[in-house]
């Protein structure tokens, strides 16, 4: 099994549309209650890559298995050197390293462009996502009770950080 990274071009949306729109409708992993069009989600990557933003994607046999991004944490401009990101493998890959060396090329980025802090907001029951942060150096740093409301429940939000 051979992954490898490498920056986004349009024409995988069509497979991020699979993986991210599953995740709309089945998981907490978005907060988001609408699967997006491919118009919206392109739309999305183009103004992150307009503002310097990287937006990487994990192919395995010439298939997207997985992309990662980062872009602003806030608006303020104080917050410049702060990002957040978010990493996603299709549903059938999970557990093949693909969310590893996303993150880690993410980060590897994130140092190159003089960023100080990666943030990653992730739903309270997604444990797995947790530990993951956790063993690349993030560090539960905040929760936020019921800031979202998904599937007919409050949803509560786990800030990780990792100073880079």
Request: aromatic share 12%; net charge neutral; hydrophobic share 40%.
């Given at each position: 099994?051979d992954?490898?990274?490498?920056?986004?071009?349009?024409?995988d949306c069509?497979?991020?549309?699979?993986?991210?729109?599953?995740?709309i409708?089945?998981?907490?992993?978005?907060?988001?209650?609408h699967?997006?069009?491919l118009?919206?989600?392109?739309?999305?990557?183009?103004?992150?890559?307009s503002k310097?933003?990287?937006?990487i994607?994990a192919?395995?046999n010439?298939?997207?298995?997985g992309?990662?991004?980062?872009?602003?944490?806030r608006?303020?401009?104080?917050y410049k050197f702060t990002?957040?990101?978010?990493v996603?493998a299709?549903?059938?890959c999970?557990g093949?390293?693909?969310?590893?060396?996303?993150?880690?090329?993410l980060?590897?980025?994130?140092?190159?462009?003089?960023?100080h802090?990666?943030?990653?907001?992730?739903?309270?029951?997604?444990?797995n996502?947790?530990?993951?942060h956790?063993?690349?150096g993030?560090e539960n740093?905040?929760?936020?009770?019921e800031?979202g409301?998904?599937?007919?429940?409050?949803?509560?939000?786990?800030?990780m950080q990792k100073?880079?």
């Amino acid at each position: 099994m051979d992954i490898q990274i490498r920056n986004y071009q349009t024409k995988d949306c069509t497979a991020i549309l699979a993986i991210i729109n599953e995740a709309i409708l089945n998981s907490t992993a978005l907060y988001d209650y609408h699967p997006r069009s491919l118009d919206h989600q392109i739309a999305i990557f183009e103004d992150k890559i307009s503002k310097g933003f990287p937006v990487i994607i994990a192919e395995m046999n010439n298939e997207v298995v997985g992309f990662g991004y980062y872009s602003e944490f806030r608006f303020r401009e104080a917050y410049k050197f702060t990002v957040e990101h978010s990493v996603y493998a299709h549903k059938n890959c999970i557990g093949k390293g693909i969310g590893k060396l996303l993150l880690s090329e993410l980060i590897q980025l994130a140092k190159s462009q003089n960023l100080h802090t990666m943030i990653g907001v992730i739903d309270s029951e997604n444990t797995n996502s947790i530990d993951f942060h956790k063993k690349f150096g993030f560090e539960n740093v905040g929760f936020i009770k019921e800031s979202g409301f998904k599937f007919d429940r409050w949803l509560h939000s786990v800030f990780m950080q990792k100073i880079l």
